[in-house]
Nanobody, 121 residues
């Protein structure tokens, strides 16, 4: 069982930046694929970014603005978000899988509780 804890959310103005963190309880977290998803009110939870080993993947809507990375010593995955837009407002979740990080929610076995990101215009 892997426990994931997100942090770093908050309120930011459009054009600003935030860095989200996803800390894991597992010492083998470096071997997991990890994804960031988000869910805005009234919308489906959608894929944002994923990382497996050193391979990274991004949704088209965030490509060039968001960067996913990991610190294997700290068992933590980060999502650096820049040039934020009001449409980025959502609850952001990290998720982990023992296999390669994919775009579908069903591919992930473990989820965090989410952290709210609000971007004001």
């Amino acid at each position: 069982q892997v426990q994931l804890v997100e942090s770093g959310g908050g309120l930011v103005q459009a054009g600003g930046s935030l860095r989200l963190s996803c800390a894991a309880s597992s010492r083998t977290f470096s071997t997991y694929g990890v994804g960031w998803f988000r869910q805005a009110p009234g919308k489906e939870r959608e894929f944002v970014a994923g990382i497996s080993w050193r391979n990274t993947y991004y949704a088209n809507s965030v490509k060039g603005r968001f960067t996913i990375s990991r610190d294997n010593v700290k068992n933590t995955v980060y999502l650096q978000m820049t040039s934020l837009k009001p449409e980025d407002t959502a609850v952001y979740y990290c998720a982990a899988t023992k296999t390669t990080a994919g775009l579908a929610r069903a591919e992930y076995d473990y989820w965090g509780q989410g952290t709210q990101v609000t971007v004001s215009s």
